[in-house]
C-alpha cells in the first residue's frame, strides 16, 4: 500500500506562512475526518501537532492549522520562526489493510 | 505526565527474532488502544500494529502480518512487539505509541533494531 504523498520539501522566509500538502484517495483522507500531522526533529520523536484534521492539542501553537479538502489535507504554518525547520509526517485512517497510513515526510527550511 | 520507554532493541541476524517491550506510565493504560510504529534509517514513519484495550483485537500492517505478534500486559502497563523471521527491511527505531481516539498522541523515544548478517 502506498504512503500518503506528499512534498519531499517545502521552504519559506521567517515571518512567512507556508502550506504542506497530503494527497490520499477516497479510502483514507477523502473518506475520513481523522487526518493527523506530526512533526519531528532529528534523532526525536514524532510530536503530534494537528489532530482530527484541524484540531490542535493542548499546548500547540496556533501557528500551525490543518484542514482538508477532497482527497488532499493541509498543514499551514504562519510566521515561521527557526525552529519550525525540521520534518512534518501527515497520517490518516486508512479503510484499507493498512488501517494507519503514514506521508512519506516533508522537510521544512526556513530561509 | 505520560511517559512510554522502549527497550529491546539491538543487533540481529537475518531470520532471528526479537521482543520489543514498551513501559507506560502516567496514563490508564488499559484504557487505551496502543500502537508500534517504525521508522526505517533515514526514512519515513511506517505504522506497523496495534492492539485494543483488552489485546481482543489486533491489526498489523501487510508486510509483517505472520511474522510480527503485538500483545499487552495491562498488570505491567506494557505493550510488547515479538518480531520473528526478521529482515533487513525491518532495520528500523521501533516507537510505540498511545492511541487517542484516531490519532497517535503520546510517542516513546524509540529503540533501533539492526537486522544484519
Known amino acids: 500500500q502506498s504512503a500518503l504523498t506528499q512534498p519531499a520539501s517545502v521552504s519559506g522566509s521567517r515571518g512567512q506562512s507556508i502550506t504542506i500538502s497530503c494527497t490520499g484517495t477516497s479510502r483514507d483522507i477523502g473518506g475520513y475526518n481523522y487526518v493527523s500531522w506530526y512533526q519531528q526533529h532529528p534523532g526525536k520523536a514524532p510530536k503530534l501537532i494537528i489532530y482530527d484534521v484541524s484540531n490542535r492539542p493542548s499546548g500547540v501553537s496556533s501557528r500551525f492549522s490543518g484542514s482538508k479538502s477532497g482527497n488532499t489535507a493541509s498543514l499551514t504554518i504562519s510566521g515561521l520562526r527557526a525552529e519550525d525547520e525540521t520534518d512534518y509526517y501527515c497520517s490518516s485512517y486508512s479503510s484499507t489493510s493498512t488501517h494507519w497510513m503514514f506521508g512519506g515526510g516533508t522537510k521544512l527550511t526556513v530561509l | 505526565e505520560v511517559q512510554l520507554v522502549e527497550s529491546g532493541g539491538g543487533l540481529v541476524q537475518p531470520g532471528g527474532s526479537l521482543r520489543l517491550s514498551c513501559a507506560a506510565s502516567g496514563l490508564t493504560f488499559s484504557s487505551y488502544w496502543m500502537s508500534w510504529v517504525r521508522q526505517a534509517p533515514g526514512k519515513g514513519l511506517e505504522w506497523v500494529a496495534n492492539?485494543?484495550?483488552?489485546?481482543?483485537?489486533?491489526y498489523y500492517v501487510d508486510s509483517v502480518r505472520g511474522r510480527f505478534t503485538i500483545s499487552r500486559d495491562n498488570a505491567k502497563n506494557s505493550v510488547y512487539l515479538q518480531m520473528n523471521s526478521l529482515r533487513a527491511e525491518d532495520t528500523a527505531v521501533y516507537y510505540c505509541a498511545r492511541d487517542n481516539a484516531y490519532t497517535r498522541d503520546y510517542w516513546g523515544q524509540g529503540t533501533l533494531v539492526t537486522v544484519s548478517s
Open positions: 492492539i485494543k484495550q483488552d489485546g481482543s483485537e489486533k
